[in-house]
């Protein structure tokens, strides 16, 4: 997927998650799509910053660079949601690309892709984004519903464990 698409996924993503932490139409969801916007959207390029440094789709694009900043907020207690944007750069880099991601990064450079993908260049590119995100806010709204509370104050968690 190519910087466009992330973007667009990050600033729909950002909306719906907002819409999902905060159920309603009015000012508090607002602050809360605004809350969220910036940490997502960080999230959602930073994985690319590897095209400057390292190899691109290996150096930041692995399980482990997810993992570190899904922890970022429990142990520094700020960058809530910036695992959101990585994590769905990921999703798009495996859809919107025949060449995939290396998930095991630095144990591994084996990239991984899914068997089916459409590229950049096509013409349904931005429409399989538009789907994808709806399916990621779907995806988030099921596990902030059923599994764990993810409008959590991480400063807070991590004050109470210690860090």
Request: charged share 15%.
């Amino acid at each position: 997927m190519n910087k466009r698409g992330h973007v667009l996924n990050a600033l729909l993503l950002a909306v719906g998650v907002g819409f999902v932490l905060e159920p309603a139409v009015d000012r508090d969801t607002a602050i809360k799509v605004a809350q969220v916007t910036v940490p997502i959207v960080l999230g959602a390029l930073f994985p690319d910053v590897d095209t400057a440094f390292g190899k691109h789709r290996k150096t930041l694009h692995s399980l482990t660079v997810l993992g570190i900043v899904a922890a970022y907020p429990i142990v520094f207690g700020n960058l809530q949601y910036v695992w959101v944007g990585v994590l769905t750069h990921y999703i798009l880099d495996l859809v919107g690309s025949r060449r995939g991601i290396a998930l095991f990064h630095p144990l591994s450079s084996s990239e991984y892709s899914l068997p089916f993908g459409v590229t950049t260049s096509s013409d349904y590119a931005d429409l399989v984004t538009v789907i994808i995100t709806a399916l990621e806010i779907a995806a988030f709204w099921a596990v902030h519903t059923y599994v764990v509370d993810l409008n959590v104050d991480v400063t807070a968690v991590s004050q109470a464990i210690g860090i």
